[in-house]
Nanobody, 115 residues
Framework: QVQLVESGGGLVQPGGSLKLSCAAS????????MNWYRQAPGKTRELVAA???????SYADSVKGRFTISRDNTKNTVYLQMSSLEPEDTAVYYC?????????WGQGTQVTVSS
């Protein structure tokens, strides 16, 4: 079955960096776009970054220039490198794959930006 397992979250000071990973299994990873979403307390889940099967990327305006999404098809893993982190980036970050009409989600990893 499809599994998405995120890792790499934690507590970081403003201005710091973190790299999230999402290990995928149960489908042909290289054939599908992958996404990172986040959900802050009391807010709706929002798309942060996306990467196509061919490696084209797109970002939410709020993270453009600070976050970088990448993928390693040999490891079935998608990454989110986050730099210049701000308290407003505090959220649970979710990996997402949409296989046909079905969305799949990881369990999420908490990112807290605080001094």
């Amino acid at each position: 079955q499809v599994q998405l397992v995120e890792s790499g979250g934690g507590l970081v000071q403003p201005g710091g960096s973190l790299k999230l990973s999402c290990a995928a299994s149960g489908f042909t990873f290289s054939n599908y776009a992958m996404n990172w979403y986040r959900q802050a307390p009391g807010k709706t889940r929002e798309l942060v970054a996306a990467i196509s099967s061919r490696g084209s990327t797109s970002y939410a305006d709020s993270v453009k220039g600070r976050f970088t999404i990448s993928r390693d098809n040999t490891k079935n893993t998608v990454y989110l490198q986050m730099s210049s982190l701000e308290p407003e980036d505090t959220a649970v970050y979710y990996c997402n794959a949409r296989l046909g009409l079905n969305p799949y989600w990881g369990q999420g990893t908490q990112v807290t930006v605080s001094s």
